[in-house]
């Protein structure tokens, strides 16, 4: 059974770009959280989603950020016009149910030149 | 408003000392509460879990203690090793909840 995929893993955008993030999570799993980490810090909640619906987004910044979970296909988190601050490493996790364990994927670390 | 905190933030232990880490929480809400492994580059790892009708719970070197009374679990490391060198969290979440609530982490360091 494949654990949570994150693709990519590494993503260099400059300021004002897109940064597109995926996640799949494990077969079986409806329910996928994002988190962000700094450097030396711990893991910040952002959103929380099942399939085609936002639970909880109360973690996540009011502009430029984004995410969605289809029907088909993978999570995705969206982050338009970066900026420097955005540069973190950016997590996903899944849960077979609200509240359920969460496994993490290897994450995705953007940087932003 | 931090719901979990956790203490050490750094901790420096020889080979086959006993590292304890820490975390304290509010909300008598919580009912799960799981500790996360993260070696540098990678993401978190469960390692164990302990619900709070039992006091503590035990899985090969690892220990978890908790007092509900006092709000308050532990992570117990025994017979610790180099390759144990990692960051360490604590998490907590209710099953009426959405979230899991995380501890800042402790980075720990065995020195063989």
């Known amino acids: 059974n494949a654990g949570v995929m994150q693709n990519p893993r590494h993503l260099v955008r400059r300021r004002g770009q897109e940064a597109r993030l995926r996640c799949s999570p494990m077969?079986?799993?409806?329910?996928v959280y994002w988190y962000r980490q700094l450097p030396e810090e711990g893991l910040k909640f952002m959103v929380y989603?099942?399939?085609?619906?936002?639970?909880?987004e109360s973690g996540m910044p009011k502009e430029r950020f984004s995410a969605e979970f289809p029907k088909e296909g993978p999570s995705i988190l969206r982050i338009q016009q970066v900026v420097r601050g955005d540069s973190a490493a950016y997590f996903c996790?899944?849960?077979?149910?609200?509240?359920?364990?969460?496994?993490f994927g290897p994450g995705t670390r953007l940087t932003v030149l | 408003q931090q719901q979990v905190k956790q203490s050490p933030q750094s901790l420096i232990v020889q080979k086959g000392g006993i590292p304890i880490i820490n975390c304290a929480y509010e909300?008598?809400?919580?009912?799960?509460f799981p500790w996360y492994q993260q070696f540098p580059g990678k993401g978190p790892a469960l390692l164990i879990a302990?619900?709070?009708?039992?006091s503590e719970k035990k899985e090969g070197r690892f220990t978890i203690s908790f007092n509900k009374s006092a709000k308050q679990f532990s992570l117990h490391i025994m017979d610790s090793q180099p390759g144990d060198s990692a960051t360490y969290f604590c998490?907590?979440?209710?099953?009426?909840?959405?979230?899991?609530?995380f501890g800042t982490g402790t980075s720990l360091t065995v020195i063989p």
């Open positions: 989603l099942q399939k085609e619906n936002i639970i909880d």
């Open positions: 996790a899944s849960s077979p149910r609200g509240a359920g364990t969460q496994y």
């Open positions: 998490a907590a979440t209710s099953n009426t909840g959405n979230q899991f609530y």
């Open positions: 077969k079986g799993h409806s329910h």
């Open positions: 302990i619900r709070p009708d039992v």
């Open positions: 909300n008598t809400a919580f009912d799960y």
